[in-house]
């Protein structure tokens, strides 16, 4: 019964600021040029989630706004690994910084009005879907944080 519970509660503020916090600082990396190749993948992983929550979410019309930051999400990563196929440091694009920044603010309203059994399952699908499409060249790196599990999807 307090599974139950547990799980039919929405996320709590702090476990949303627990799981922004790293996705805020990861941005401002990217913001600043020196984002490491596993702030990029958080990055990536937070829309990965965002849009699996999307697909059930009772907030509607988020999508228009994620998959535009994961495609700019892209178009860094070639940059970054364009040169040697080594992970160098790039700067964002104007464009790219607002498409990214957008999504951020829709994955945490998001994530305001979602129990934790849907995080759960969204989290759940959004690594499914990125097995399935890596194959053996991508990774899924699970990082603990205090809200949770906040996953990261090298290769992708």
């Not at 992983?45 to 988020?62: E, F, H, M, Q, Y």
Request: neutral net charge.
């Amino acid at each position: 019964m307090r599974l139950a519970a547990w799980q039919a509660a929405r996320l709590s503020k702090p476990q949303v600021e627990a799981i922004m916090a790293p996705l805020c600082r990861a941005f401002t990396a990217m913001r600043e040029g020196v984002a490491t190749e596993l702030q990029w993948a958080h990055l990536v992983s937070a829309l990965n989630i965002a849009d699996s929550i999307s697909l059930t979410s009772p907030v509607r019309g988020t999508r228009g706004h994620i998959t535009p930051a994961q495609h700019a999400l892209d178009g860094f990563m070639r940059r970054a690994t364009q040169a040697s196929g080594e992970w160098l440091a790039t700067e964002l694009y104007l464009e790219e910084r607002d498409l990214i920044r957008d999504a951020l603010d829709v994955y945490q309203a998001l994530l305001r009005h979602i129990t934790r059994a849907d995080f759960q399952r969204a989290e759940d699908h959004a690594l499914a879907d990125v097995r399935s499409t890596a194959g053996a060249a991508g990774a899924a790196i699970l990082t603990h944080t205090p809200a949770g599990v906040q996953l990261a999807f090298a290769g992708v």
